[in-house]
């Protein structure tokens, strides 16, 4: 069961950066996209459920799956709210559902801390001018495409947070 978590996981991690692709090329995010990641996201529940001793606890806890789907559909009623305001795109507040059952309850926090210092340097960094010499490149074409629309493709920003998220507890492993 643990290796199912392991390809679920490592399957998500690849969905979240086409999920960013998608966003930073088009300004969408398709709802498919959307649909697997929670399908993924189902499947490890799944595996926690039949590898947990306690599937009380797997079920209930604050560190479980019951804190997972809290977290879900509380990122999700923001970003709702957000694209309401129209603050973000649809595609944007759609995309909180499954960040928030991958990172839980208690990744919470980090996520949220780690949104706001990649936001302010994904704002900063679009006021640098672009060297001339790469400025051909579709990359920074593209680049200049959402300086003059002023519209921020945040499932980038979302979507790297993240993955940063996730990865916080292998770091602190690692630092030990």
Not at 82 to 102: E, M, Q, V
Not at 110 to 125: C, E, H, K, Y
Not at 134 to 156: C, D, N, T
């Amino acid at each position: 069961m643990l290796q199912l978590a392991n390809l679920t996981n490592s399957l998500s991690v690849l969905l979240f950066l086409y999920a960013a692709w998608t966003d930073f090329r088009t300004w969408k995010i398709p709802n498919r996209l959307v649909l697997a990641l929670v399908t993924l996201y189902a499947l490890r529940a799944v595996a926690e459920l039949l590898g947990s001793e306690d599937v009380g606890a797997a079920l209930f806890a604050s560190s479980g799956i019951g804190g997972d789907v809290a977290a879900g559909l509380l990122m999700f009623m923001l970003g709702v709210m957000l694209w309401a305001f129209r603050l973000f795109g649809a595609g944007d507040a759609k995309l909180f559902l499954p960040i928030g059952l991958f990172v839980g309850w208690h990744g919470m926090l980090p996520f949220s801390f780690l949104l706001l210092v990649l936001g302010i340097v994904t704002l900063l960094a679009l006021r640098l001018p672009v060297p001339l010499r790469v400025a051909h490149l579709a990359f920074f074409m593209r680049i200049e495409e959402i300086r003059a629309s002023r519209k921020i493709p945040y499932g980038v920003i979302m979507v790297f947070a993240v993955l940063l998220t996730l990865a916080l507890p292998m770091i602190r492993q690692q630092l030990r």
